[in-house]
């Protein structure tokens, strides 16, 4: 059984996700570029079930551009985002892959919101596409 451990900078707010992520996706709609500081947003998605979290969070909801939603779960002390809550997906929560610092974490399977995609950035070609 696989188990990965995700944090913040400071230690103080972790999820312990057991087995594999159910989807990984990178989105590149403008909310995820900001929230980042990135230009894209890279998640794992996993069974609620299988993450445990453990510290201190605040919490931030944003509506999406479509669909609901999400809030944002991040450390009060660093500020780095852990983990979030998908609105309508409550079976779930997602990580930010960046949370695991693992260069060896798998390669996403979806890439959304294409088209604010900066025109540098190639998703694997064999990720499913999404405009």
Known sequence: MIIRHASCSCGQLSARATG???RISVCHCL?????TGSVFGQQARFLREDVTVTGE???YARVGDEGPGARFHFCPQCG???YYDIVGLEDYLAIPVGAFADPDFP???VSVYEERMHKWVVPPADAEHIP
């Open 31 to 35: 909310a995820c570029q900001r929230r």
């Open 20 to 22: 594999e992520p159910v």
């Open 80 to 82: 780095s985002t852990v």
């Open 107 to 109: 390669p996403p399977t």
């Open 57 to 59: 969070s605040t919490e």
